[in-house]
């Protein structure tokens, strides 16, 4: 048994001490270790930097000699004593899904990023001893450890992990208790904002019935935690077996399109309970927590969820058929928006996760490709396309459903799982295959309007009609914009206002803004010689007409002739395909839930 105690005598100070108290078992020395990375979150990360002072006593109370054999590993020498306690202090002042945050009000800490586990005993199980204010109470997934009220028990290291503790005072949180499909939840939400619980709370629960109903119920009997902090501007999600940390602005539950992105974050860490928390890669099981665990199957896991987080707000009656169809139509357009779609693949962006999706900087949506957001709309499509070859009788939710049954424990859903699954789920014959070599493998466009004739519904394809105009869905194709119309003028480059000029975020491959060598960095501050109405006087340059743009590169003053193109066709709008025949009818209504557009 591995004894951990969290103290915190002044939080104010922004750190704790953790105390952890081991067996030697007459080794001659202890390794403990921090892990390099926090599940959910694919980056190798340096949380032992937040240690400080880390020492290790005999139960003698004698000093015994500590030193480091890495840089998230200390080595403890036992010399002969039966139990030895290691404590440090942890610097926690970082407020994000996957760090620690210590402040006069409370404390979030996610152990995988605080807790250091004994070398070889990940396996054994562990307590955690709480000594704080007196003021304090804690929320935390884990069950309280038989007779006590402050001591928690985890089976193993890995468990702990994935355990965040919310802790603080009654007056700076507001908890709230519900039952959903028959087991006890909870709420816990730190900070301040215009969060209304009558309204969230019953939204919170048609979700969770949405997503259990795809399962036939939920996998856990006990309880389940949500800890949410509202904060100034920072967003994020991280989902545990148990419990998931939500991170969202302060005033996110008035606003429409806000609190529509809380609910999608919301059904999006609580699917992921089964997609990635219990079916797992084998790639992940046991995970290493001394090195990146690379696995093709990120797509799966982030995109396949990031699929359902939007169907399971339709089914939840949360956002209507027309909102719904509108959503996909934004994802389809920014796919079709990033240029790196046809460099990387979505197994390969998957596989390069540790690398580039957290680091994102000038090249990225030239060089690669999002599996959140290519997983989402391939896994919309791969629904459509299980409904067409299956003539309505197989959907994604059998898909999901099979692998949770066959792959939901160790040792974990091999590489070639999902597709296996899904082809077995078919037959062989189904040509489907092919369809996850174009999907998942190649850098092919994805078929979407083949997916779509399965509803009935048609793509247009067109040049954005305005800058606002992010891909929608319209009711009656006669309102769909003419693909050959007259289009507006396209340089290519992201720009962002700085100080009076534009700043170059990144230029788009092969577009004007790149051939004319604008780069990232670049502040334009001039168009023909004018500084006025500098960005409305860019996007109304005609396209083929070649103008002037003055700019700073460090600091020195040049000139680019640019000649823009017509916008490029890459805007995605939804429409009925004329009167479909019953059954395609019958098909649309089905996947939608409702009957589009409104007769
Ligand atoms: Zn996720």
Request: hydrophobic fraction near 40%; glycine fraction near 6%; include cysteine.
């Amino acid at each position: 048994m591995n004894a951990y105690t969290f103290r915190i005598a002044r939080p104010e100070t922004r750190r704790i001490e953790v105390e952890l108290l081991i067996e030697a078992r007459g080794e001659p020395h202890l390794d403990v270790r921090l892990p390099v990375w926090t599940p959910g979150s694919y980056l190798v990360r340096e949380h032992q930097r937040h240690v400080d002072g880390l020492n290790a006593q005999a139960d003698d109370g004698s000093e015994l000699p500590v030193s480091k054999v890495d840089k998230h590993t200390w080595r403890v020498a036992t010399s002969g004593a039966r139990m030895v306690r290691v404590a440090y202090r942890l610097h926690c002042f970082e407020l994000t899904v996957r760090t620690n945050h210590v402040d006069a009000t409370h404390a979030f800490l996610n152990p995988s990023a605080a807790v250091v586990f004994v070398v070889g005993r990940e396996q054994e199980p562990c307590t955690v001893s709480l000594r704080m204010p007196e003021s304090w109470r804690a929320w935390v997934a884990l069950p309280l450890e038989e007779g006590h009220s402050q001591v928690y028990r985890a089976q193993d290291y890995d468990e702990l992990a994935d355990s965040p503790f919310e802790l603080g005072t009654e007056g700076s949180h507001t908890s709230h208790l519900f039952t959903a499909q028959g087991v006890p939840h909870e709420v816990v939400v730190w900070g301040r904002g215009d969060l209304d619980a009558r309204r969230v709370i019953p939204d919170i629960q048609k979700i969770i019935d949405a997503e259990a109903a795809i399962f036939g119920g939920l996998p856990y009997r006990d309880r389940y935690l949500f800890i949410l902090h509202l904060n100034d501007k920072g967003r994020g999600g991280l989902e545990h077996r148990r419990s998931c940390a939500l991170l969202v602005p302060r005033f996110s539950f008035v606003q429409k399109a806000a609190y529509e992105d809380f609910l999608l974050l919301v059904a999006h860490e609580f699917f992921h309970l089964w997609n990635v928390k219990r079916l797992r890669p084998a790639a992940f099981t046991p995970y290493d927590w001394t090195r990146e665990n690379h696995t093709r199957l990120l797509w799966a896991m982030e995109g396949l969820t990031s699929t359902y987080e939007v169907m399971a707000l339709r089914r939840a009656g949360l956002i209507t058929p027309q909102r719904f169809l509108e959503i996909w139509a934004e994802r389809c357009t920014q796919l079709l928006r990033t240029p790196g779609r046809l460099r990387t693949s979505l197994a390969q962006a998957s596989y390069d996760a540790w690398i580039k999706h957290y680091r994102p900087d000038e090249s990225t949506q030239n060089t690669t490709v999002s599996y959140y957001l290519k997983g989402s709309v391939v896994g919309f499509l791969l629904d459509l396309e299980l409904r067409r070859r299956s003539g309505g009788a197989r959907s994604l939710d059998d898909l999901v459903r099979i692998l949770f049954e066959k792959h939901g424990a160790a040792p974990g859903l091999p590489e070639d799982g999902v597709e296996k699954a899904a082809i077995e789920l078919l037959g062989t014959e189904s040509g489907l295959y092919d369809w996850f070599e174009t999907a998942v493998r190649s850098t092919r466009e994805l078929p979407l309007a083949e997916a779509m004739a399965a509803v009935g519904l048609t793509v247009v394809l067109h040049a954005a009609r305005n800058a606002e105009d992010k891909g929608d869905a319209e009711e009656d194709p006669t309102d769909a914009p003419d693909p050959a119309a007259q289009t507006r003028a396209f340089l290519g480059a992201t720009l962002r206002d700085r100080s009076g000029a534009l700043e170059v975020t990144s230029v788009a491959e092969g577009s004007p803004a790149q051939l004319c060598g604008l780069a990232a960095g670049d502040e334009l501050v001039a168009c023909d010689g004018f500084r006025a109405d500098l960005k409305v006087r860019l996007s109304r340059a005609p396209p083929g007409q070649t103008v002037r743009l003055s700019l700073f590169r460090m600091d020195e003053l040049l000139e680019v002739a640019v000649q823009p193109a017509p916008a490029p066709r890459d805007t995605v709008m939804f429409v009925p395909a004329g009167k479909p025949p019953p059954e395609i009818h019958t098909q649309r209504e089905k996947w939608l839930g409702a009957v589009w557009p409104a007769e």
